[in-house]
T-cell receptor, first 112, second 113 residues
Framework: GEQVEQRPPHLSVREGDSAVITCTYTDPNSYYFFWYKQEPGASLQLLMKVFSSTEINEGQGFTVLLNKKDKRLSLNLTAAHPGDSAAYFCAVSAWSNNRIFFGDGTQLVVKP | EAAVTQSPRSKVAVTGGKVTLSCHQTNNHDYMYWYRQDTGHGLRLIHYSYVADSTEKGDIPDGYKASRPSQENFSLILELASLSQTAVYFC????????????FGPGTRLLVL
């Protein structure tokens, strides 16, 4: 089955710096890709969903890049602020079913 | 208004006891899921269901049963709770037609002593 590896497990940056989180996956049939944010004690909040046909997706304060050739997905918080401190999870699903597979998460700390 | 709710939000159980976690969704979604999250890790799928009165095994079903009595409700049952089942449990739902985004409940923090 699908294997999703997420790096780094922990990331600490200064306010205003960029923060990059990367996931690699194994199933070439993967079609939907997700980034979730989880604040302490809270549930998972969907940040962005991308499709396999798009490569660059911009959200509010972040960019998601998809490289299908390398089977790599990344989240770039362009100018991090303390409110971005949270755990971030990537998730990958295949076209044929409703299963999604999660990375182990990245704990991001943004220091003032 | 929250579309996926879970009860209880936290629970302390004794080893060998029975635990039932409940999930209710108002999204009118066909698919529902139960995940567990261990500290510092992502979510792992325990059971899921794509229609009422039917459940499917996920990646880590051992020690868990599931029940889907209606489209809106999905329960996770630990018949004989064990220490290793201490975790946070999340329920989610998704629409079968779009086959994509899962919407998560707030989670249930379970401590087995």
């Amino acid at each position: 089955g699908e294997q999703v590896e997420q790096r780094p497990p922990h990331l600490s940056v200064r306010e205003g710096d960029s923060a990059v989180i990367t996931c690699t996956y194994t199933d070439p049939n993967s079609y939907y890709f997700f980034w979730y944010k989880q604040e302490p004690g809270a549930s998972l909040q969907l940040l962005m969903k991308v499709f396999s046909s798009t490569e660059i997706n911009e959200g509010q304060g972040f960019t998601v890049l998809l490289n299908k050739k390398d089977k790599r997905l990344s989240l770039n918080l362009t100018a991090a602020h303390p409110g971005d401190s949270a755990a971030y999870f990537c998730a990958v699903s295949a076209w044929s079913n409703n299963r999604i597979f999660f990375g182990d998460g990245t704990q991001l700390v943004v220091k003032p | 208004e929250a579309a996926v709710t879970q009860s209880p939000r936290s629970k302390v159980a004794v080893t060998g006891g029975k635990v039932t976690l409940s999930c209710h969704q108002t999204n009118n979604h066909d698919y529902m899921y139960w995940y567990r999250q261990d500290t510092g890790h992502g979510l792992r799928l325990i059971h899921y269901s794509y229609v009422a009165d039917s459940t499917e095994k996920g990646d880590i079903p051992d020690g868990y049963k599931a029940s889907r009595p209606s489209q809106e409700n999905f329960s996770l049952i630990l018949e004989l709770a064990s220490l290793s089942q201490t975790a946070v449990y999340f329920c989610a739902s998704s629409d079968a037609d779009t086959q994509d985004t899962q919407y998560f409940g707030p989670g249930t923090r379970l401590l087995v002593l």
